[in-house]
């Protein structure tokens, strides 16, 4: 939409500014009728000018719409006739191509029937070969079962007999190593009463040596006891 220009603003700004110099001019200097007159029929003029360009410029911009909304429409319609051509030909390639299905369905539908007839007849033929295959396995199976149950009671008994054998063995195994246990817990009883003897001949050695060490002090502080009294008296009688 348009919209006025800033100019007709500014004109009315403009009236107001010339009456409030025309009010002030007309205190200050004497202006007469016809000045004024010319004058503000120039204004008049300049603002009818600018008027009249204003509403160019709208009807030309209208003009402008116009003539882009032509355009559009006619864009729209040759767009819509081209769409409407390719709809019209890929119809004629789409029915073209049902067409082509649809024979090629009849061929397939009619050489699958021939290869089902033909594997109809391989069927039967399979069938009645697996079915003698089949009774012959079946004999096979019995003897294969047979054999089987005959190493199975073998099995089982060498298994049993491997388990005696194992149980024995680890009787014996167990035996023996209590028997080692026992010795160990003798060695190490004796171990310990032997680390008590010698632990309580440290002790009783440790205390002889303390013992004997005191009294090694207890003279050593005689003897100087002594020597210094012996001292004190050579002294005093120097004196």
């Not at 009010?23 to 004058?39: F, G, K, Q």
């Not at 009249?52 to 003009?63: A, G, P, S, W």
């Not at 089902?116 to 007849?121: G, S």
């Not at 002090?217 to 002594?226: D, F, T, V």
């Given at each position: 939409m348009?919209?006025p220009?800033k100019?007709v603003?500014?004109?009315?700004?403009?009236?107001?500014s010339n009456d409030?110099?025309k009010?002030?001019s007309?205190?200050?200097?004497p202006?007469?009728?016809?000045?004024m007159?010319?004058?503000?029929?120039?204004?008049?003029?300049?603002?009818k000018?600018r008027?009249?360009?204003?509403?160019?410029?709208?009807?030309?911009?209208?003009?402008?719409?116009?003539?882009?909304?032509?355009q559009?429409e006619?864009k729209?319609k040759e767009d819509?006739?081209k769409?409407?051509m390719r709809?019209?030909?890929a119809?004629?390639?789409?029915?073209?191509?049902?067409e082509?299905k649809?024979?090629?369905e009849?061929?397939?539908?009619?050489?699958?029937?021939?290869?089902?007839?033909?594997q109809?007849?391989?069927v039967?033929?399979?069938?009645?070969k697996?079915?003698?295959r089949?009774?012959?396995?079946?004999?096979?199976?019995k003897?294969?079962?047979?054999?089987?149950?005959k190493?199975?009671?073998e099995?089982?008994?060498?298994?049993e007999?491997?388990?005696?054998?194992t149980e024995?063995?680890?009787?014996?195994q167990?035996?023996?190593?209590e028997k080692r246990?026992?010795?160990?817990?003798k060695?190490d009883?004796?171990?310990?009463?032997?680390?008590e003897?010698?632990q309580k001949?440290?002790s009783?050695?440790?205390?002889?040596k303390?013992?004997?060490t005191?009294a090694?002090?207890?003279q050593?502080k005689?003897?100087?006891?002594k020597?210094?009294?012996e001292q004190?008296?050579?002294?005093f009688n120097?004196?």
């Amino acid at each position: 939409m348009w919209a006025p220009s800033k100019s007709v603003m500014k004109n009315g700004g403009m009236q107001k500014s010339n009456d409030t110099w025309k009010s002030s001019s007309s205190h200050n200097t004497p202006i007469t009728d016809s000045a004024m007159l010319e004058r503000e029929r120039k204004q008049l003029e300049k603002i009818k000018l600018r008027q009249q360009q204003e509403i160019k410029q709208m009807v030309d911009y209208e003009l402008s719409l116009q003539k882009r909304r032509e355009q559009n429409e006619q864009k729209l319609k040759e767009d819509k006739l081209k769409e409407e051509m390719r709809a019209k030909e890929a119809a004629k390639r789409q029915k073209e191509l049902d067409e082509q299905k649809k024979k090629e369905e009849r061929e397939r539908i009619k050489k699958e029937e021939e290869e089902a007839e033909k594997q109809k007849q391989k069927v039967k033929e399979q069938y009645k070969k697996d079915m003698m295959r089949a009774e012959e396995e079946k004999k096979k199976a019995k003897e294969r079962e047979k054999k089987l149950r005959k190493e199975a009671e073998e099995q089982k008994k060498k298994q049993e007999e491997f388990k005696k054998k194992t149980e024995d063995i680890l009787n014996q195994q167990q035996e023996s190593v209590e028997k080692r246990r026992k010795e160990m817990d003798k060695r190490d009883q004796e171990r310990k009463r032997s680390l008590e003897r010698k632990q309580k001949e440290r002790s009783e050695m440790a205390e002889q040596k303390r013992k004997e060490t005191e009294a090694k002090i207890s003279q050593a502080k005689e003897n100087i006891n002594k020597l210094l009294e012996e001292q004190r008296e050579v002294i005093f009688n120097i004196s």
